[in-house]
Each structure stands twice: as structure tokens, then as C-alpha cells.
């Protein structure tokens, strides 16, 4: 089965189950995942929220559901390159997407998200769903 990365933004509106509708499509027998910046993310905000413990449990049984890609020295090179190029572009990357970025190319997986303007400066990186071409 294919896996897919959700970006942060992605991930918290399919555990609200508001995803848009043609989002959903793209889901459809892929695996999903999500980076350890994510998770780190999702924990901040729940601490900084105040969740309480019934909260931050149905947010661990929902991590158990996807795969969450860690870091590894090769993830940690390619946020090097992506941050790197992007700031030789004029486009700097906010770390924490560069981060996502790079656990996508490092694992060779693509990325869906809500904020694709973002993401789109990464050179390799493959954005679902895919841009329209321009003749489209």
C-alpha cells in the first residue's frame, strides 16, 4: 500500500473529520503519515491549549493509527539541502517545514497539504494533489 505524508494542517482536520471533500479522494488506499514534527506539533498545542488527560489520550489513540516517520541522520542532511536551496531561491523555509520536507524526500514520499505555497519552493518534493498543469 502507498504511503502518504499529511502535513500538520492536514492531519488535524481528518482527526475532526472536516478534510475537505476532495482531499478525501486523494486518501483513498494510502497509509497515512505523519512526521515527528508533527507529533511535536500536535503536542504543543494541545499542552499550550490545556488539554486535559481524556483529550491528549484520544490524540496518542490517534497517532497509534498512522505511521510516523522519525528522525534519522539522512532526514536530518536533506532539511540541510532543502533549507539551504530555499534560502539560495529567495524562498526561505520556515523550519518546521522544512522538516516535513524533509522526512518526505529522505523517505521518498509525498506530501499533502492545505498550505501547498509553503512547499512548493523544495526542489523534489511531491505535493498531492498535484498542481493543475497549465493548459488544464
Known sequence: MEHLVLDTD??????????PQELQAHLQGKTPCVTFITVGEFFKGAFKAGWGQRRIEALE????????????????????RVCASCDVKGSPIAPNDAWIAACCLSHDLP??????????????????PQSPSPDA
Open 111 to 128: 506530501l499533502m497539504t492545505l498550505n501547498r505555497r509553503h512547499f512548493e519552493p523544495v526542489e523534489g518534493l511531491r505535493l498531492v
Open 61 to 80: 489513540a490517534w497517532l497509534r493509527k498512522v505511521v510516523v516517520l522519525p528522525y534519522t541522520s539522512e532526514v536530518s542532511r536533506a532539511w540541510g
Open 10 to 19: 492536514v492531519a488535524s482536520h481528518l482527526q475532526r473529520s472536516s478534510l
